[in-house]
């Protein structure tokens, strides 16, 4: 059965684009095929249930996984530090800290890694509560700043520029700002970073809790959560007394390598390995191991190909970092002088090359080979099949090894730049990839940090663009990086091309967004100017989604009620009353996101106003006297009138009688009641009449 017209005809194995259809190398439909543009195609018989996706271009078939933030400017959600606490060990400087943070300033150095920031999260959550801290962006002028409630304020990794301007006189002034409205501030600030001289009595310089303690901390809330029995928690804490396990972490002595370390035994006396082996993968992780195997492998492009492929695309299906690995090879095979595969016959090993060999070696050998395996495989939900992930035996080898190809050897990137864009596409690779590539940028330098995302972009396809904002999301979490992305998506929100703009709105979309909101809809509302008022599909999907996640997180939908009230009232036929006019249209009738649209939480109009009614009923009153939105709002109002529930959710009969008093200066409110009216009495006139 088909509909639509196109069969055959189309260019290439897959398409113009090569990205839907078969793979080429799959031979299961080879002599079998119909290619439709549009509509539905089944060939065969079903059976059971069937899931059909009409209207969603395979390119749009994107991950849209909200990864929250790590750092945030506003509110942190208390269930977000809690967890951070989770295996909290109190440092050796803390009595100290507390007592510093008594005068309501408290100025923490510390070294990367150290744990300072879950240490600051730690003496606030003692006086505020989980749910009374309250982040800072890094840049924050704090000769300017004010604190506006009674929390705990935390601004994380003060930059150098910020850090030169603080001194006595202002630290004191800041201090009885915090003590008149009952608010405390811790300030962290790396080690390297130039402090004044005169700030010395509110600085304390962080040292990290033994990483022992740490992993035993860890250990013991797995056990409370039910992760661990008491009987593999006795066995997991006289792994970590044993010698080995000591004087790894003298050698480690970080907090997240205790961390690390308890994860691992959590994993060994679950599923009884070795603690041998365990040690191996702990020490694989470091960036000495990572060069060392870069280097050992330097003439092998099958071996290199694969090791790029597993560390940038974790959790990906075999077949999806088997098939970017062939991509990336044939662009490394002719990089620098022949390696020994292209010498002769014969390797250094006496094997035979790479070159030579026809088949070449089995999948998993090839694994083994750098250092790799698979692991169990897991089912996935949506879409349901199962998948069979690829991992370096080391823990942390993927992003060390990634880091150091990436940034050390010339050219690479670009080549792992080019197989990306080239490989053929599968929904997730985009977070996997984005999130990689945002952390290895967070270790770059100069002016092409940025810029080399720019192509991505400014890509007309979803999926390219989606991996630029999971990379600018994972890239803002980090403070010294924070101003330059928040630049960034300024410029490109304001620039002229759509697939830029549209960038911008997937970021926001995501943990930049939730990060911070308010400069998210500043973003948002920029997308929506220029010079073409028309709203593009891709663009209205984008903005939609952005606002769908915001609106996932409580104490974000005033602002966002405000902002589409706003976009109510721009001008007939611009981007924002378009925009504004379809938000109100899908949650009068339906929901917001459309249905199938992507989409984090979608609202209905009775929600808001269940939840938000003021600022709900301001947001209906400038839809009913808007001709472009009256009848989807006076069409969503009747939906709630006539449902019980919802009539009793929204407290309809006082929306009413507000409606009805504001009606002599509101013509489209006017013709809302009106219309009621004249249903309610025509409707009465018939009962009667029966």
């Known amino acids: 059965m088909s509909a639509g017209v196109g069969v055959g005809g189309v260019p290439g194995p897959r398409g113009p684009d090569g990205e839907d259809g078969p793979d080429p190398g799959d031979s299961s439909y080879r002599d079998n095929r119909q290619r439709v543009d549009q509509g539905l195609a089944v060939m065969g018989s079903i059976g059971g249930d069937a899931q059909v996706f009409i209207g969603i271009p395979p390119d749009e078939d994107v991950s849209d996984r909200i990864v929250k933030p790590r750092l945030r400017e506003g509110p942190y959600p208390a269930d977000d530090v809690r967890a951070r606490l989770r295996g909290f060990v109190e440092p050796p400087t803390h009595a100290q800290c507390r007592k510093v943070l008594d005068g309501h300033v408290l100025v923490l150095r510390a070294g990367s890694g150290t744990g300072a920031g879950t ?14 801290i309250t982040g800072l962006d890094s840049s924050t002028d704090l000769s300017r700043w004010r604190p506006k409630e009674r929390r705990g304020y935390l601004l994380q990794e003060l930059s150098p520029a910020t850090a030169a301007t603080l001194g006595e006189v202002g630290i004191t002034a800041l201090g009885s700002l915090l003590r008149d409205a009952g608010a405390h501030l811790v300030v962290t600030v790396r080690v390297e970073t130039a402090l004044p001289g005169d ?17 035993a901390k860890h250990l013991g809330a797995m056990a409370d959560e039910g992760e661990l029995t008491a009987g593999q928690e006795a066995d997991a804490l006289r792994h970590l007394a044993s010698p080995d396990f000591v004087g790894y972490l003298d050698a480690h002595p970080l907090p997240g390598d205790g961390a690390a370390v308890a994860e691992g035994l959590r994993g060994l006396v679950l599923t009884g390995g ?34 790029a492929a597993i560390s940038l695309l974790p959790g990906q299906d075999r077949t999806v970092v088997e098939r970017y690995s062939a991509v990336l090879r044939p662009h490394l095979d002719g990089r620098g002088r022949p390696g020994p595969e292209h010498a002769g016959a014969q390797g250094p090993s006496g094997e035979p090359s790479a070159g030579h060999d026809v088949l070449g070696p089995a999948f998993e050998d090839r694994l083994a080979a750098v250092g790799a395996r698979l692991l169990p495989p897991r089912f996935e939900a949506t879409p349901r099949y199962p998948v069979q992930s690829v991992d370096f035996s080391g823990r942390h080898r993927s992003d060390t ?7 050390e050897y010339e050219g690479m990137a670009e080549l792992l730049w080019k197989s990306l864009d080239e490989v053929s596409h599968h929904p997730g690779i985009e977070l996997a990839a984005g999130e990689r590539i945002g952390r290895v940028l967070a270790h770059a330098t100069g002016p092409d940090t940025l810029r080399q995302l720019y192509p991505f972009a400014a890509s007309d396809k979803r999926r390219r663009r989606r991996l630029v904002a999971y990379a600018l999301g994972e890239m803002a979490q980090h403070p010294a990086l924070t101003g330059a992305v928040r630049e960034q998506l300024r410029q490109w929100s304001r620039a002229a091309p759509v697939p830029l703009r549209c960038t911008v709105a997937e970021t926001c979309a995501g943990s930049y967004g939730l990060a911070r909101p308010a400069g998210a809809l500043k973003l948002l509302d920029n997308v929506l100017d220029g010079p073409d008022k028309s709203l593009e599909g891709p663009l209205r999907t984008a903005v939609s989604f952005a606002l769908s996640t915001l609106l996932s997180e409580d104490t974000n939908h005033v602002l966002v009620l405000d902002l589409l009230r706003t976009w109510q009232a721009a001008d007939p036929g611009t981007r924002r009353h378009d925009l504004a006019v379809y938000a109100v249209e899908w949650m009068s009738r339906a929901s917001f996101p459309r249905p199938g649209a992507p989409g984090v939480r979608r609202v209905r109009l009775a929600d808001l106003l269940a ?7 301001g947001l209906v009153v400038a839809a009913l006297d ?20 919802l009539r009793r959710r929204t407290g309809f009969p006082h929306l009413l009688a507000a409606l009805a008093a504001m009606a002599q200066n509101h013509r489209g409110v006017l013709r809302y009641v009106l219309r009621r009216h004249r249903a309610r009495t025509a409707s009465s006139t018939e009962r009667h009449a029966s």
């Not at 090894?401 to 940034?407: C, K, N, Y």
């Open 119 to 132: 240490a600051a999260f730690a003496l606030l959550a003692e006086r505020y509560g989980a749910e009374g």
């Open 199 to 215: 700030t010395v009595p509110w600085q304390v310089t962080h040292r990290p809790p033994p990483p022992a303690e740490v992993a």
């Open 274 to 307: 070795s603690a041998e082996t365990l040690l191996d993968d702990l020490r694989t992780g470091s960036p000495a191991a990572a060069r060392a195997a870069l280097a050992e492998a330097r003439h092998r492009a099958d071996r290199i190909s694969l090791m």
């Open 401 to 407: 090894l990634l880091r150091s190809l990436w940034l």
């Open 611 to 617: 939840e938000h009614p003021e600022r709900a009923r």
């Open 626 to 645: 808007d001709p472009a939105t009256h009848d989807a709002a006076a069409d969503g109002l009747f939906l709630i009138e006539d449902d019980r529930e």
